[in-house]
Nanobody
Framework: VQLIESGGGSVQTGESLRLSCVVS????????MGWFRQSPGKDREFVAS????????TYSDSVQDRFTISRDDAKSTMYLEMNNLKPDDTAVYYC?????????????WGQGTQVTVSS
């Protein structure tokens, strides 16, 4: 199974980005999927997850109401729409799956995509 993220970049505070994660080599549509992030000097942390049917979405408190996770099973792709970005959102963002629970990482990771938010 391969997970490939894209969409990262450098933005100003308050701007938006959309991350994508394309999954190949596996049965994407049965996977609960998620996004995690890691900032320099910090542990990797949970950001958001989406159930295999897309009807249950879970967010960390720090991104609730600003980020939206979604999936397109026809394209084997997961998205993370990030609005009103803040400097604290600066991190490498990783695609992950299949999650065994709404916030517990699975065994497959992407290579990560850098998001940098400047004030």
């Amino acid at each position: 199974v391969q997970l490939i993220e894209s969409g990262g970049g450098s933005v100003q505070t308050g701007e938006s980005l959309r991350l994508s994660c394309v999954v190949s080599g596996g049965t994407f549509y049965i996977y609960r999927m998620g996004w995690f992030r890691q900032s320099p000097g910090k542990d990797r942390e949970f950001v958001a997850s989406i159930s295999r049917r897309g009807d249950v979405r879970t967010y960390s408190d720090s991104v609730q109401d600003r980020f939206t996770i979604s999936r397109d099973d026809a394209k084997s792709t997961m998205y993370l729409e990030m609005n009103n970005l803040k400097p604290d959102d600066t991190a490498v963002y990783y695609c992950n799956g299949p999650l065994s629970a709404s916030k517990l990482a699975g065994i497959y990771w992407g290579q990560g995509t850098q998001v940098t938010v400047s004030s």
